[in-house]
């Protein structure tokens, strides 16, 4: 009896050697599939003195956090869990100074950013000259901009989402988002 005990301990033993040959890989971090809406854009009609056009699946709101201005909104994409947040001043002969602070807001990510790159938007039949900072890597606003008629109106604006930066888990709620930014800016107008 304590011979066939040997023999079935030692063929368990051998079975389980023998199974563990297979060299495991941990399995990637998976993210969630999201379903993006259509894109159709309307125009706000909101008491700004600014107008552009802004996607159906988005709403606008006031700002107001403690120092927000009057002209100061966001624009809410609720199933993305994201906000462009825009500020609006009137330029009282500092244009300089409001198009340097909107570059070292852009700059503070340097820390975290692995690259950043700037676009320029010119349409001379409407006035409106922007300036797109995409930051790329895991930060905390990886796109921001502004916009300007040179002479009357500064708009300032920022993307966040509620998130942890991960630029892999954002990158295509972010190209989605990017395409909403160019519509913005292309449509921008100054109200009269």
């Not at 969630?32 to 552009?52: C, G, M, V």
């Not at 991960?166 to 519509?183: H, M, R």
Request: proline content about 4%; aromatic content about 14%.
């Amino acid at each position: 009896m304590k011979k066939n005990s040997i023999y079935i301990v030692s063929a368990l033993v051998l079975m389980l050697l023998s199974a563990c040959t297979q060299t495991l890989t941990p399995k990637p971090r998976d993210y969630f599939r999201i379903t993006f809406p259509e894109k159709h854009y309307e125009r706000i009609s909101a008491q700004l003195p600014y107008s552009f056009e802004m996607p159906q699946y988005c709403t606008l709101e006031q700002e107001t956090s403690r120092g927000a201005d009057k002209y100061w909104t966001n624009v809410v994409f609720d199933k993305m869990d994201a906000k462009i947040h825009l500020s609006f001043k009137y330029i009282e002969n500092n244009l300089d100074t409001l198009i340097d602070d909107s570059h070292t807001l852009a700059y503070k990510h340097t820390i975290k950013a692995d690259a950043i790159e700037k676009k320029y938007y010119v349409n001379d039949s409407t006035n409106v000259f922007a300036m797109v900072y995409n930051i790329k890597g895991n930060v905390a606003s990886p796109i921001q901009f502004f916009a300007t008629d040179s002479v009357k109106c500064f708009l300032r604006g920022s993307l966040y989402f509620n998130a942890t930066p991960n630029k892999d888990s954002i990158a295509p709620v972010l190209d989605f988002v990017a395409q909403d930014i160019t519509q913005l800016l292309e449509t921008l107008r100054w109200e009269k």
